[in-house]
């Protein structure tokens, strides 16, 4: 898929940003850092999980439900389910 | 659209459903009711919101986006980002 | 309770500014809007309700849950885990 | 503080399991896991992550607002304000 491998580039780029997110929290833990700057870094790295998950949710439906629901039938239904689910535990998580 | 007043109906009976817990907790606050009862029936109330919003989010998928994902070009990339960026003001919300 | 009054006040008139958030998408959906509108507007209705909620709790922390800590005590841990877990379940909502 | 090196321990251990969780989705991507999985994966961490702040928020009323509110006036009030302000950012991340 053209742009496939920058796209995937983008998502590592984003995941280890987090990463370093969760290891700065470790250190904040350990340095016992005050509750609430603690608290504003949590927030700051579920932020960036779910920006990470809408870009993934945008590409899905971009290019698997758009496949499925160019097929039509059952499989599209299934596919736009699924997607729906997804979103729902991303909204609840 | 086959089936369309029956979704109507379904979404309107979740509306006057949470209108019904809005009112609910004008009462609870009219009564002096105990703030940690009043916050369970807040949490209620966003829950039947969020499920009304995916459930209307996969009708979206389904029909407006699907359509515009059939026709492709930039109508079905802009379809597909304007969901994305709906998903985006919910999951923040 | 001084200033109680004007508190109670300010959350009807919160409660029903959200009531009529609800009416609106009733109208929304009776007219055929469109989806994103819609989900616009229950996004702005979930904030609302969870500004609501979160004045609620910060009046709850000053006043109950402070009566209980200077009390001490098991009385004093049960109410912040109370808290704690109303503030889960709005986290999770 | 009795018992706070258990309770780092065992914030450290919540925190290390969110890094492998973090981990675990720069693997998935790398090996072009089935989307929906990945954001499957996402949830998890996200809840993770909100449960490690309830978590450090309900020791934080415990103590630091605890004993703000012990000695009251302007400094108790600040607290409180404080923790509701974290409170809302997580609640909206």
Do not use: P, W
């Not at 984003?14 to 850092?33: H, N």
């Not at 160019?70 to 609840?92: P, S």
């Amino acid at each position: 898929m053209a742009g496939y491998t920058d796209t995937k580039q983008e998502h590592q780029r984003r995941l280890r940003r987090i990463e370093g997110q969760i290891r700065g929290l470790q250190r904040m833990v350990e340095d016992d850092k005050y509750c609430i700057d603690i608290l504003t870094q949590v927030s700051a790295a579920n932020s960036a999980l779910q920006s990470f998950a809408i870009a993934l949710l945008e590409e899905h439906m971009a290019h698997c439900v758009a496949e499925a629901t160019r097929k039509g039938g059952a499989e599209a239904q299934a596919k736009v389910k699924e997607a729906a689910d997804a979103i729902a535990r991303l909204v609840r998580s």
